[in-house]
């Protein structure tokens, strides 16, 4: 009797540890440092919500929307979203951005957020000033390589007036611009941009992976090589795309790889969720095209170990594509 | 679409010259590392532990386990110190328990190791096997200095993170496995944003411990 007595004794009370629940907390400090106040204006401020930010846009011919929701890493420790997405949309120029502040610098999400939104809006003064005779590809692959250039001086001075290390705005950056048949795409770390076509085939354009481990970027805006990688643009004739998809590592890593998953998310996103793709866990839905909730969803799909901010930012053809 | 996980291993030395206070010691702290994950929801997601000691030999005496099943492993500290074994079953377990990216899966994490030892190696193969560790660069890799005997060369060679716990005290002890703790959250916790080449950025140590330069 003693022994069995014993053998059931219970744990010691230090020893008995229930497993930590995810919390989401409302984050206690300010989205923008103090010293940068005077120097970011709306809409950057506006983005200094723990709660989801939807981006609507169309012009001719096409439809934009897109959402960055807060990861549940941060929503647990009360920290802000660090990713950020923008667009210039016009019916003859539509350039879009996604960008991931670097997580293990506290301000990133500022240098994700100012990264994003120099990335679309010189872009576009670049294309709309350059009166040059040059082909397309090179007045919009110059206006794309420059505004990157310029998203990278300006993180260095809001280092300079924030007394912090460049190093500490670090941000991924997926860049994409169409003007008239030309579609080309920089990035610079990781995200991804998938593109159907308007004959059904999905294929991810560019961004392969940089190094054997999970969550590992080499390089990120502004660093001296992101230039470089910014440089090197993919090119795409646009009359062939219906569809175009960024979206920031919080999308892309769960679904990796993307060339195999790319179809069935494609087919999710324009019709509703059938079957779950792989392990994530997913509900049935009705499209995302043109239905912010329906996003915001989709986007709430839950995977193990999965916990980054997610952006996810569709273009979509309004109109069927004639050959 | 597999789940990737934080490996994370801890190499403790069990040799003769840890007996008593201190093996008794690191043992009460990897209770307590595990406890303390247990605390962290993106640990208890992501976070995987492994225990190997080495002694005359190394053994793993617990294989890769998400830390939601990790049972802390009874050690006894007995016989010479064969460091190379150690750093051999560390690279086999490499080979055999860590997921890397590839075109068609996910990898894990890249993989934290904790090495603790209070002595100078007894073999004489380790060198090769530190030498595979530093060009291959499989995992962020701190090697602890236990006491005022540990061969801090050999850790040297094995790794450019080497920290000195002089004191082998319990509450010494118990202070080092909170940093360990403190550095799987930290690591965990800043997934899909490591840059410069996978380098990490440790939590400061507790005093007592310094990290040497």
Known sequence: MTDETEAVLPLAAEDVVTPAVWSARVPDVSWCPAPLLAELTPPFIETAEAEPRVLRAHAAGWRVLGASVRGKSHGHRGEHRDDALASVVRDDLMVLAVADGAGSSAPSRIGAAVTADLAVTRTAARFDADVSNADAVSRLGTAMAHAVHDAAMRLHELATIADVAPSSLRTTLVLVALAGDLMLVSQVGDGAVLVQKTNGDVMRVGGARETAWAGEVTCFVPDPCAMTQAAALRQVRAADVSLIALMTDGIDDPFHPLEQSGSALVSQWRDGTTDPIGVAKQQPMRSLLGDADAMLQWMSFEQRGEVDDRTLLLAWRSAPVHA | ?213
């Open chain 2, 1 to 213: 679409m597999s789940l990737r996980r934080l490996p994370v291993y801890i190499l403790a030395d069990v040799s003769g010259s840890m007996r008593g206070t201190p093996v008794e010691s690191v043992k009460a702290g990897i209770r307590q590392l595990h406890r303390d994950l247990l605390t962290g929801p993106q640990a208890v997601e992501s976070a995987y532990l492994s225990v190997i000691t080495f002694a005359d030999v190394a053994i793993q005496v617990v294989p890769l386990t998400e830390v939601s099943n990790f049972i802390p492993p009874e050690m006894d500290a007995t016989g010479q110190t064969n460091y190379g074994d150690a750093l051999r079953v560390l690279l086999e377990c490499f080979e055999m328990e860590v997921v890397r990216t590839t075109a068609d899966q996910k990898g894990d994490w890249k993989p934290l190791v904790f090495i603790l030892s209070d002595g100078a190696p007894t073999d004489t193969g380790w060198a090769e096997y530190a030498a595979q560790l530093r060009n291959r660069r499989p995992a962020n890799i701190i090697a602890v200095a236990c006491g005022d005997h540990a061969d801090l060369a050999a850790l040297r060679e094995t790794t450019d993170t080497v920290i000195q716990m002089r004191d082998m005290s319990p509450d010494a002890f118990r202070a080092f496995f909170k940093f360990v703790s403190a550095s799987v959250k930290t690591t965990s916790a800043k997934v899909g944003s490591v840059g410069d080449g996978g380098a990490i950025t440790l939590p400061p140590p507790p005093p007592g411990i310094t990290i040497i330069p």
